[in-house]
């Protein structure tokens, strides 16, 4: 057990509840390499996308399909609504895992988790500091994306209102702009179960590699499940069955019963995942 563990309030000095300050946290994760370059890389992808839209073949004619990316250049909230489509099946994943499964292990991998708890800091405590951290870099690297892509796609394409993939409806941008604040929301809650399931791996392993691997490796597994048809409704209980439902609140006449499922989905397990992280720190022997 660590000293954290034993050190009562009569100690001189000592207040558990001003250990391992959020500020100095921030700072900690902000200034490591892979937070600059991930968030670097975040922000070039939407320059990058519309580079290639740019330069490359058009893909149709005027009046032509009605594929989210076959839209991406008929404004500026059509290209941001596609840069988040392709983006959100593996890059913020790979960003929301990044910032939850490493923020532990690392730690352990430097061999300072247990100074960490010999200031002392309480276990849940440190814990609960680290969380809220790297659910607070998550929530920026899954919001900057789509705001970046906004920017950059009205830049790029003007400021028109969106057409609906699939039927090519056209609706007005000031009606879709609230809605897209919806979707950026949802899109955040949809990468919960990855943050959870990052941050628990990261309390049992002092490989981040490892823990960032198996997040990474849930959505992968789960996405291939999910195109079996022969699970029929079990499918949707599959993290990921459900994180493109945030397409149906851009419709004409917006369709929310999907998200709803998929936040329930999501928030059930990610509770779950984030109690187990917790159960299981306050058992770990960080000595060994």
Request: with cysteine; hydrophobic share 55%; glycine share 8%.
């Amino acid at each position: 057990m660590s000293p954290a563990d034993t050190v009562t309030a009569s100690a001189p000095g000592y207040a558990p509840g001003r250990t391992l300050p959020l500020r100095v946290e921030f700072v900690r994760q902000f200034r490591r390499r892979r937070t600059i370059v991930m968030f670097a890389l975040l922000l070039a992808l939407p320059w990058v996308l519309v580079v290639a839209f740019q330069f490359g073949p058009a893909s149709n004619g005027p009046g032509g399909g009605v594929r989210l990316s076959d839209l991406a250049t008929q404004g500026g909230l059509n290209f941001a609504a596609f840069a988040l489509s392709v983006s959100a099946s593996f890059l913020l994943v790979v960003a929301v895992a990044l910032f939850c499964g490493d923020t532990v292990a690392s730690e352990a991998s430097w061999s300072s988790l247990r100074y960490l708890l010999a200031a002392p800091v309480p276990r849940d405590r440190l814990l609960r500091q680290k969380l809220v951290v790297a659910l607070a870099y998550s929530a920026a690297a899954v919001t900057v994306l789509p705001l970046m892509a906004l920017l950059a796609g009205t830049l790029a394409f003007g400021w028109h209102d969106i057409r609906v993939p699939g039927t090519g409806e056209v609706i007005p941008a000031a009606d879709v702009l609230p809605k897209f604040a919806v979707v950026i929301g949802y899109a955040l809650v949809s990468q919960l179960v990855v943050a959870a399931l990052a941050f628990l791996l990261s309390v049992g392993t002092d490989s981040p590699l490892g823990a960032v691997g198996g997040a990474v490796g849930l959505v992968i597994v789960s996405s291939i499940l999910q195109a079996v048809e022969a699970l029929g409704s079990l499918r949707e209980f599959l993290p990921t069955f459900w994180n493109t439902a945030w397409l149906d609140a851009l419709a004409p006449q917006p369709d929310y019963s999907g998200m709803v499922k998929g936040v329930a989905i999501s928030v059930t397990y990610s509770a779950i995942l984030v109690a187990l992280a917790f159960r299981r720190f306050r058992r770990k022997d960080v000595v060994s």
